[in-house]
């Protein structure tokens, strides 16, 4: 991996490990309401400032971290190896395979994922694995159809038919042969959701949906702070630089990551 | 192809039953009754239970469903619990509401960051994709209610240029396209990209270039057809999800579309509303997909769609 | 190559900057002569039968008329009728109607249109869902379950006296009159068009609906043949604008005429020296509340409920929080209408908290706190929260979308909830008997689940009840009970602020939403 690769991910992690230990690194209960110091701008005491019912914004962008990585890590985990899966196969192939998994994926993209989200967090109590659940599920379709996409275009090379002319089985040219071939995209996809998830959670605490007060996550401070942006904008910037550094990384991570499996690169050819 | 499209067509009958079916348990599994929308803040039993008659949920799932459905067969989507309104008139509305406001981000989106995708990838590296990246990454990360305040603040409030809100004539299209069409300008130059330099390692290309053909030439044509798929791809996803409806975007800027509907019906357990409103975008996704896949083999002759080779 | 690129791309972004320049004309976007106005919601209906919302109900005020209204200081004062006579024990109104009182389809409006108008409410095959509030007439029952064809307690006697008859004496019923249900809709017009009234409504009002593009705009215009004050304005144009930056960006610009202010942007506005000479106030009738559930543990428990309130500051969040945009309750019922005495009690005290939760088995109570999504709503369900964990109560707040917080409400799901009750009528029994009275457990308002006969009979004698005196005395007495057991913890009573144009003349916020007919404002 390049150096910028091995930056993005220092940050990443950088962040996630500050965000475990903010109780250690700041004075304040992320979660302590200070009635008498609301909407106080940065200052020496609150490094910040403070939101609206007084609470220091530095130790809830730290905390919010925790949640907001977590949340989109493991969303993007599940839905990119669902997707490949079912874009690979479906792909690979074709026919009536295709036909049922893309009429399936077809189904979940064409789903209000609205809709989905409402009924998953009536099935699960709310909160944080909630939104995990949610945003996976309707994640994974535009990945499988994505890959599936690539892998039709695949299915038709040369090196295919050879490796299928000297007798590979569809199991070992599947993965072999064509699931290292789908790596590149799907990583550039996965950075592009990781930091799409964090913004998704934003949306889905808009309804309630999200992660539950007191808790805070970067999404839902920006969309809690986005009517103080002209009176307050002190409650939106760090969570909302946080996003954009973040998204960054996993993005720049997602193009190394890439790098490294691109079979063209390593001479897989 | 033509056997391709109308089986896909045929098909569109059973994912639609599908998805009526599915939506209609989730809808009743969810908590809360259309009634308790229906009156207010104060009635009384004997009032509810003459609505819920009137409305039939007193009934159970499956007669409610096969209900429903001789309604679809007589042409009919049915009329909102609230407004009495027919759903069918609603979305003749909308949708060409939520069609204008797709075509005009797509208008943005895809010249754009194709171009940006493009560009970057012939600069690999270099300072124009290092800026390319770093500004399509920014415009993934900003939510849309955050970007489409600010672009409204500066061009309505401080400019003075176009209106705030509303649903009117070209000028009140700017800016809620150009806040839809920000994350995918960025989605779509990322994914050109990636796409672009996939495409650029292949064998034909190192062939074009022995072959002597100008590198213009090798970029214009032949790597970027072969790199359009997963773009064409891409575009398509994209679109289908503007024209189920943009809810944050609609709702910024006071436009009248498809999102804010099945919100609306989906909040209020309208579900005449909802189900009209899916029924609607499946047949949309559907068709786009459709679009999507012929596009395909246009693109790149080797995809061939009539599924039967295998 | 990338030379061409470039260049190409900087002709694509300055064919962007000419279309952009070409469009740039200005943003006002405006009807000389009309007061443009803000609605965050679409109305569902303008039918008076159907209105249940706030939007629906405040256009509704300026296109229909009922037989009374309220005037400014909250009395009862003739609307259609011009007089009027009620009997003795308060079972008999008679009224006389105004001659020459036209719909705007020309018609002149006679009692049978009241008679029609009532009756079509209380339709056995109708969705009405205000059947509350003619419920009290005679026979009303028995038509409304079908088993009459005729409702016995509506007469009219000739085309311009209404009689109505009552099963027994009520009180407020002139002031359910004054409800957008009880407005005098045209009899051939809403038969004629079957589901469609509730978009080209027909009425009597100083306005008339001349357009409606469904969650985008209504224009309403000033009716000439209006029987009462003509209006000073041409008409109203009520832009639907869900978001309130939005809203705020019309305002600014002059797209909008008066606009509620955001709780964010409030203190702003305040110190701004442009806009704070432009903001104007008013009470409304509300009360902001904690709920508990007084049917089961833990809260059916009276000592525990006054637990919670000694332990938050409410006076503080007011101040703080709030930025007095209230005044701290004292009761249920709002201080506008209360004409008794009453001090503010369970003042921040979490000294006594801790007392009494040292009573056996009150220790580690969990409390399961249901809220809406609503921001404002999730930042005082957190400051609760905060309050209650320092006297140690464990709080879970449970966020809930609209319908399914409506539903684990009305069915009794949450432990503590957080709600308001908005005025229909000013008259104290309208927080009393739908808050409080144990027929109303759910749905019919009583989301408490709270139970007290004796409270019950004080707010039901309150309502046959017809000297003034007496009838406020009944309250009290059933008020003082209520506070003493706290089936809900009062906050505040929310005021209303607004943003005005510097051109608005005579622009008033109103208590209730059906006094505001439109006809004093002006430019």
């Known amino acids: 991996m390049g150096l910028t690769g091995k930056l993005s991910a220092a940050v990443i992690i950088m962040v996630f490990i500050a965000s475990l230990f903010s109780p250690v690194l700041v004075p304040y209960d992320p979660n302590s309401i200070d009635l008498d110091q609301i909407k106080h701008p940065p200052s020496a005491q609150h490094l910040l400032g403070t939101d609206n019912k007084g609470r220091d914004i530095l130790s809830r962008t730290l905390q919010g971290g925790k949640i907001s990585i977590g949340i989109s890590v493991l969303a993007v985990l599940i839905s990119m190896s669902a997707g490949l899966t079912i874009g690979l196969v479906s792909g690979y192939f074709g026919g009536k395979t295709d036909t049922v998994f893309m009429s399936f994926v077809d189904l979940v993209l064409a789903f209000p994922a609205l809709l989905l989200a409402i009924g998953i967090s009536v099935l699960f109590p709310p909160g944080v694995l909630t939104v995990v659940i949610a945003l996976s599920a309707v994640g994974w379709a535009s990945f499988a159809r994505l890959i599936r996409g690539n892998v039709l275009s695949l299915r038709e090379s040369v090196f295919l038919d050879a490796a299928k002319a000297i007798g590979c089985s569809n199991a070992r040219v599947l993965f072999i042969h064509v699931l290292p071939q789908c790596f590149p995209l799907a990583f550039a996809m996965a950075g592009l959701k990781l930091g799409g998830y964090i913004l998704t959670e934003a949306a889905l605490s808009f309804l309630g949906l999200g992660v539950q007060p007191p808790d805070a996550s970067w999404g839902s401070m920006i969309s809690t702070g986005r009517v103080f942006i002209r009176s307050a904008p002190w409650m939106v910037f760090p969570p909302g630089l946080m996003i954009a550094v973040t998204a960054l990384c996993f993005n720049l991570l997602g193009d190394a990551l890439r790098d490294k499996y691109d079979p063209a690169r390593t001479g897989h050819y | ?310 | 190559m990338t030379r061409t690129f470039i260049k190409r791309l900087s002709s694509i972004l300055f064919c962007t900057g000419l279309i952009s320049i070409l469009f740039s004309c200005s943003p006002i976007n405006r009807l000389d002569g009309y007061l443009h106005l803000r609605l965050a919601y679409n109305p569902t209906t303008l039918d008076p039968a159907f209105i249940v919302d706030v939007s629906g109900g405040s256009i509704a005020a300026k296109l229909f008329n009922g037989l009374v209204r309220l005037d400014n200081n909250l009395d009862i004062t003739p609307d259609i009728a011009e007089r009027w006579e009620v009997s003795d024990e308060g079972t008999l109104y008679v009224f006389h109607l105004k001659r020459g009182v036209v719909f705007s389809n020309g018609r002149e409006v006679v009692s049978s249109d009241f008679s029609n108008s009532f009756k079509r409410i209380l339709d056995p095959k109708g969705r009405s869902p205000n059947t509350w509030v003619f419920d009290k007439i005679l026979g009303a029952n028995a038509y409304m379950a079908g088993n009459a064809d005729d409702i016995t307690g509506i007469e009219t006697p000739d085309s311009h006296t209404l009689k109505i008859r009552l099963e027994k004496p009520f009180s407020p019923f002139l002031h359910l009159l004054t409800m957008t249900a009880a407005y005098v809709v045209p009899h051939e017009v809403y038969s004629s068009s079957e589901n469609d009234f509730g978009f080209h409504p027909v009425g009597t009002g100083p306005f008339v609906l001349e357009r409606w593009r469904q969650n985008s705009e209504l224009l309403l215009k000033k009716n000439k043949a209006y029987f009462g004050t003509e209006a000073n304005i041409a008409g109203i144009v009520y832009r639907i604008i869900p978001e309130d930056m939005t809203a705020l960006a019309e305002f600014e610009i002059g797209n909008i005429d008066a606009v509620n202010i955001p709780a964010s942007e409030y203190s702003a506005y305040l110190g701004s020296p442009t806009w704070n000479r432009h903001i104007i106030t008013g009470s409304a009738l509300n009360t902001y509340y904690l709920g508990f559930n007084c049917s089961r543990p833990p809260f059916d428990n009276v000592s525990l409920r006054k637990a919670v309130a000694y332990s938050i500051d409410r006076e503080k969040i007011l101040e703080g929080f709030f930025e007095k945009r209230g005044t701290l309750a004292k009761g249920p019922v709002p201080d506008i209408l209360r004409t008794w005495d009453q001090d503010i009690v369970y003042k921040y005290d979490p000294e006594a908290a801790g007392t009494i939760l040292e009573e056996p088995g009150l220790q580690n109570i969990t409390i399961n706190f249901y809220i809406t999504a609503e921001q404002e709503v999730a930042d005082i369900s957190e400051i609760i929260q905060y309050y209650l964990k320092k006297t140690g109560f464990n709080v879970k707040i449970k966020q809930l979308e609209w319908s399914a917080y409506k539903a684990a409400l009305n069915n009794g799901e949450a432990d503590m909830f957080w709600i308001s009750w908005w005025a229909d009528y000013p008259d104290a029994e309208n927080f009393l008997f739908p808050l409080f009275h144990s027929s109303n457990h759910g749905a019919g308002g009583n989301r408490t689940r709270y139970t007290n006969s004796t409270a019950d009979r004080m707010i039901t004698s309150g309502q046959t009840e017809l000297n003034a005196k007496k009838r406020a005395n009944y309250y009290m007495t059933a008020e003082k009970i209520i506070i003493e057991e706290l089936p809900l913890l009062p906050f505040w009573h929310k005021k209303e602020f607004l943003l005005i144009q510097p051109s608005l003349r005579a622009f008033v916020t109103f208590p209730v939403y059906t006094m505001d007919k439109g006809t004093e404002v002006a430019f």
């Open chain 2, 1 to 310: 192809m033509t056997g391709y499209v109308a089986r896909k067509l045929i098909l569109l009958v059973p994912l639609l039953l599908g998805i009526t079916f599915i939506t209609f348990l989730l809808t009743k599994a969810l908590p809360g009754e259309p009634v308790y929308s229906m009156v207010g803040e104060r009635a009384s039993p004997e009032t509810i239970d003459k609505l819920r008659k009137e409305i039939g949920s007193d009934k159970g799932t499956i007669s409610q469903y096969a209900g429903y459905l001789n309604l679809i067969l007589h042409g009919e989507l049915g009329r909102s619990y609230y407004t009495n309104r027919k759903v069918s008139e609603e979305i003749m509305i909308k949708l060409p509401n939520t069609m204008k406001l797709a075509a005009g981000a797509m208008f943005i989106a895809v010249p754009v960051g194709i171009l940006l995708g493009f560009l970057s990838a012939v600069r690999k590296n270099r300072f124009a994709d290092r800026l390319i990246s770093v500004l399509s990454i920014a415009g993934l990360s900003v939510p849309v209610f955050w970007s489409g305040l600010m672009l409204m603040l500066f061009f309505s409030l401080y400019l003075k240029w176009l209106p705030p809100s509303g649903t009117g004539d070209i000028r009140y299209m700017v800016l809620p396209a150009v806040t839809l069409a920000l994350p995918s300008v960025s989605s779509f130059a990322r994914i050109t990209r990636t796409a672009v330099l996939e495409t650029g390692l292949m064998p034909f290309v190192r062939t074009a270039t022995a072959k002597g053909i100008s590198k213009t030439r090798i970029y214009a044509v032949h790597i970027m057809k072969n790199a359009l798929l997963p773009v064409v791809t891409v575009v398509g996803l994209d679109l289908g999800s503007y024209l189920n409806g943009a809810v944050l975007t609609e709702t910024i800027f006071g436009w009248d579309g498809m999102g804010r509907f099945i919100m609306e019906g989906i909040i209020k357990r309208d579900y005449p509303v909802i189900m009209g409103c899916i029924i609607t975008g499946t047949i949309v996704f559907v068709l786009i997909n459709l679009v999507v896949d012929i596009a395909y083999s246009f693109i790149d002759p080797r995809v061939r769609i009539n599924g039967t080779d295998r």
